[in-house]
């Protein structure tokens, strides 16, 4: 028979503080990296700092340097965090509508992301901080090239759209996509409606697959 130290078992009415779980865990991780992204966004890099971090997540500043060890990583976890959002496209799964529909349906989809108070917050702290600041280009360009080009490459090497070896057409598909926010960030244009992105979408898409020179879609 187990004794009560053997067991973990205490005196009658008591509980013994244990170890967090791993899902309580990963759930005070995310929750501090939306934090995070917050206060990157509201106070730029330059302005965040580690205490001010910890201080709003609830956790010790211990706890905080164990999970990022410096405002670098930090910064590079929430840019990741937020490069999981971006849509993604099954290589072999379309929808009525077919391939067209598939890739007008993935541009509204990424201008949508992208155009989230804390996504465009982001990206407008990178334009605006980046020179100070060179080190934030390898967050950005992994989120970028990792978490959208590379998946959207492998789905239209898989219907002949990209070539083997190459992501050339893939980011020339994106910047069409993407062209609507990058007039807002970069000469101050409204960003469209929602009738408004469904029509680039369809500009941009039949544009694209015109391109290809042989009707697809």
């Known amino acids: 028979m187990e004794s009560g130290a053997e067991s973990g078992a205490g005196p009658a009415g008591a509980t013994r503080r244990g170890r967090p779980s791993a899902d309580s ?13 917050g206060i990157f966004v509201r106070r730029g890099y330059r302005g965040t700092t580690m205490d001010e971090v910890a201080a709003a997540a609830g956790v010790t500043k211990r706890t905080l340097y164990a999970w990022h060890r410096d405002k670098e ?3 590079r976890a929430c ?3 937020g ?3 971006f849509p993604r496209l099954t290589p072999d799964r379309l929808v009525p509508g077919g391939l067209r529909a598939v890739l007008e349906r993935y541009v509204i989809d990424l ?3 992208l155009t989230r108070e804390d996504s465009l ?8 901080e980046a020179a100070e600041f060179p080190e934030l280009s390898a967050s950005i360009q992994r989120g970028h090239l ?3 080009i590379a998946p959207l490459a492998t789905f239209l090497r898989r ?3 990209e070539e083997d070896g190459s992501t050339e057409r893939t980011m020339l598909f994106v910047a069409m996509a993407l062209s609507p926010l990058h007039n807002t960030m970069l000469v101050g244009l409204p960003l469209p409606d929602a009738a408004g992105l469904a029509a680039h979408a369809t500009r941009c898409v039949a544009i694209f697959l015109a391109g290809r020179g042989d009707g697809l879609g």
Do not use: K, N
């Open 121 to 128: 917050g982001m990206g407008v702290l990178f334009q605006r």
């Open 79 to 81: 840019v990741l965090i």
């Open 146 to 148: 990792d978490y959208m």
């Open 111 to 113: 201008h949508s992301e």
């Open 73 to 75: 990583a930090l910064f």
């Open 25 to 37: 865990t990963r759930l005070r991780q995310a929750r501090l990296l939306e934090v995070a992204r």
């Open 159 to 161: 219907h002949g759209l």
């Open 83 to 85: 490069a999981e959002r």
